[in-house]
């Protein structure tokens, strides 16, 4: 979020840095939380953790951040709908752990976000309203939805295998 508010293409804009500055500090931590829970899920050694990660993940942010860094900080909307637009739910964390056998602790993450982002949809839907974005803008939005939702997809796959 911090790089959609510095964008070359668009430094600041009054309509969108105010929400985005309120929500990076919700959403800080979380790479770290989540690293954590790889810890709890895998032998694997931090160094493995950090710096071995396959294209696919790397796609999910990297998608984004070349929108939000080439075309508009719009884009940025589109990535937090296809990531919080929909929380997991208790009971496919749940399932999850019963099916992987690992440790609640491996599923913390996602067991915050359960909780935490189930207003986050509407909230930004009511962002959308209230910006109004322009034409451009919102083909932004949805073109980042759009090919967050495919990036994230070929992530789940390559780490399921």
Known sequence: MKVAITSPVEPYNPKLTPYLEKHMEEE?????????????????SESYLTNTLCAEVLAVPGIAYYQIRNITPFAVIGYMLALESHPPTV??????????SLD?????????????????AAEIYELID???PDDREYC???SSLLMTNIAYGAACRAILG
Do not use: M, P
């Open 104 to 120: 609640e602790s491996a599923f913390r993450t996602l067991a915050i976000h359960a909780e935490a982002d189930v207003g986050h």
């Open 28 to 44: 800080s931590n979380h790479y770290e939380w989540a690293l954590e829970d790889l810890r709890c899920a895998t032998d694997k």
């Open 91 to 100: 009971q496919a964390i749940s399932y999850l752990q019963a099916k992987t």
């Open 130 to 132: 209230s910006i109004k």
């Open 140 to 142: 932004a939005i949805r």
